[in-house]
């Protein structure tokens, strides 16, 4: 609660909506969804089809991700 406070959230509302059918329904698609995209830690970027594992891998990802676009910048 006290880190909630802290970014300016109200516990009690957030608390609740975590705790309702669709908030546990939607952690069931995202964990499912990336289970099927292979993702076995965080973070983990998904540029495509590869994954960059690892807070370290970020601006890799980002690269790959300019690559991929053809030097876009405006993804």
Known sequence: ERCLRHVGAEPERVLSEAHTSEAKSALRAQTDRAVELGIF?????????????????????????VHRA?????L
Do not use: I, N
């Not at 830690?41 to 991700?65: I, K, M, N, Y």
């Open 41 to 65: 830690g965080a973070p983990t970027f998904v540029v495509g089809s590869e994954l960059f594992w690892g807070h370290d891998r970020l601006q890799e990802a980002l690269d790959w991700c």
């Open 70 to 74: 053809g030097g876009r910048r405006d």
